[in-house]
């Protein structure tokens, strides 16, 4: 059965009683109270990834059958860590409320799905985008319009509504598509990002600019080796 809130505070103060002995009573209700709110809010962006991730393996399932092959690779979801989200707001200057987390973020939940070729990525993204019950609130594409540094990838902001108990309630999902070699890219840049006072930090960045390049030519040309084997599939 579920703790009533004063009994989880009794609890709290039990557990912690160094950081509660010296708050009032009405502080450490309000402490408490934000802390279940944003647990809350942490378990509802993991059942919009869900819901989410429950759509995309529909359409692979669906595609698999018609065309007898996986337009997705692999799914990768994640809620932001809590460290991640305090940085973010911090540094896009929001007060630090969890009313505001989830009206600033859009990407407090990411669901990352990784295609062979960019084509797929464009279907799926249109197939999900057409789907009555959710909203397409915003799209960068950073796949026809690249960062300057290189990055590719399509991403959504998606509104897809959650069922509790109580009440339907709407989430965002920031959904990114990417191909196996733009998330391969992605993953070496992640890592140049957090390494601090990294030699020849310029040089790098000029050759993953360049690897960027290469990998988009790579990308383009796996498509048309595969529009090659699926016109020649039809002639036989
Ligand atoms: P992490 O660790 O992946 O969560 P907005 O969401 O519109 O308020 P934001 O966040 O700048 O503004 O949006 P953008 O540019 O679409 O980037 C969101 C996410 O895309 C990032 O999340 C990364 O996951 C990815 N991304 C964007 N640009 C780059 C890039 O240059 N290199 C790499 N490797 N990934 C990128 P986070 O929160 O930065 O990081």
Redesign the pocket.
Known sequence: MMKEKNEIMDVAAEEFPALFDHIPREQQAKILGTVQSFVTLLMEYRCAIREMETKLNVLNEEFSLLHERNPIESIKSRV?DPA?IVE?MYRRGHALTVDNIEAK???VA?VRVICSFVEDIYYLADMLSAQDDLEVL?V?D?IKNP?K?G?R?L?LIIQIPIFLSNQKKYMQV?V?FRTIAMDFW??V??KL?YKKNVKNSELIVEELRKCAETISSVDTRMQEIRNMIEEGELDD
């Open positions: 932001k991640s973010k973020l859009h990407d990411g915003k960068k950073y960062k540094n990055y990838s991403h920031e990114q992605a993953s840049d992640h990002k």
